[in-house]
Each structure stands twice: as C-alpha cells, then as structure tokens.
C-alpha cells in the first residue's frame, strides 16, 4: 500500500491530517518526511509518489 498524507510536526510528534486504516494497527511503517509549503504541494505531490517506488 502506499499513501501521501499531510501531517504537522507537533511536541515532536507527527499528526496526520487523517487516520490510518484499523487494518494497520500494531505494524511498523515506513515513513518519508519532506519539508513543503502551501505553494509546492501540489507540484511536490507526483515527484513523491516516484521517490516512494523508488524508496520501496
């Protein structure tokens, strides 16, 4: 499965902007952080999904 979500940085901890499926509770993720700004997100959003590939 892969999944772009947005999340904020917080007490030092990552809030998502939405929850996750239940069906992945307990498990270990592996998570990619880039830093953007309002402006690039949607230019941002493609390039991510190939370093996701890439990275997987």
Known sequence: MIKILEAKYINGNLVLSEKLNSDLEGKTLKVMVFE????EVTQQRESKVTKIHRFL
């Open 36 to 39: 953007t700004d309002e402006t």
